[in-house]
């Protein structure tokens, strides 16, 4: 049983450069979220779903997009990196809507140049 | 906007030791989670209080909740170095499209001979 699987765990963009996080769960369950973490600020919450199809935008949403064609998959887009996005992204999964406890992904550590 | 602290940020303490983190939290939530991180790797969920009052434990950690204080509590007793980490928690904000958890900004805990 994989869990909750990101790639890649490490990537160094350009500025103005586009890329896409990978996240992929075996787990079917329904909500499926991205945090980033920066340094002294804990997690942010930048997007999240409930379903496929369903997706909202979380506390830091500026500059990334996200969709959810199936139960499995929730990647993150980046359409024009900036040095502000350098951070480390987190991938989450839980049950349920009702977010029972998180299960984490083990991070993609994104520089941008 | 809901706003979780922590405190203390950074804590140094010796190998038997008792302590508490406190987590203090600004608008009405009946769910809180506990989170560890080890330096460079992912999240995992240590305790998940779903009501007031709620205490969970968990080997020398143990975590309780108070939803009128809103105040959430992480005792370690008797510390050995494995707790070294930095723990973090996080409040359920309810919305209508799902659950937004919003993380404290973690308190390193070291743990010393």
């Known amino acids: 049983n994989a869990g909750v699987t990101q790639t890649p765990k490490f990537q160094v963009l350009k500025t103005g450069q586009s890329m896409t996080l990978q996240c992929a769960q075996d787990?079917?369950?329904?909500?499926m979220s991205w945090y980033r973490q920066d340094p002294g600020m804990g997690l942010r919450l930048i997007h999240y779903s409930v379903g496929a199809g369903i997706t909202d935008q979380g506390e830091v949403p500026n500059g990334y997009n996200v969709s959810r064609s199936t139960t499995e998959d929730f990647p993150l887009r980046l359409l024009s990196a900036a040095p502000s996005q350098t951070s480390v992204y987190f991938c989450a999964s839980s049950p349920s809507a009702t977010n029972e406890k998180l299960f984490f992904g083990s991070g993609t550590q994104l520089s941008v140049l | 906007e809901l706003k979780v602290e922590q405190n203390p940020l950074f804590l140094s303490m010796q190998e038997g030791k008792n302590y508490t983190i406190y987590c203090n939290y600004s608008t009405t939530s009946d769910r809180l989670y506990w989170y560890r991180q080890d330096p460079g790797k992912s999240l995992e969920s240590l305790f998940v209080?779903?009501?007031?009052?709620a205490v969970k434990q968990e080997g020398r950690l143990m975590a309780s909740l108070d939803t009128k204080a809103r105040l959430s509590t992480l005792h370690i007793t008797a510390a050995v170095h494995d707790l070294s980490a930095t723990y973090f928690c996080?409040?359920?904000?309810?919305?209508?499209?799902?659950?937004?958890?919003?993380f404290g900004e973690g308190t390193q805990l070291t743990v010393n001979p």
């Open positions: 209080l779903l009501s007031n009052g």
């Open positions: 787990m079917n369950h329904e909500y």
């Open positions: 996080a409040v359920d904000k309810r919305e209508t499209s799902g659950s937004r958890l919003t």
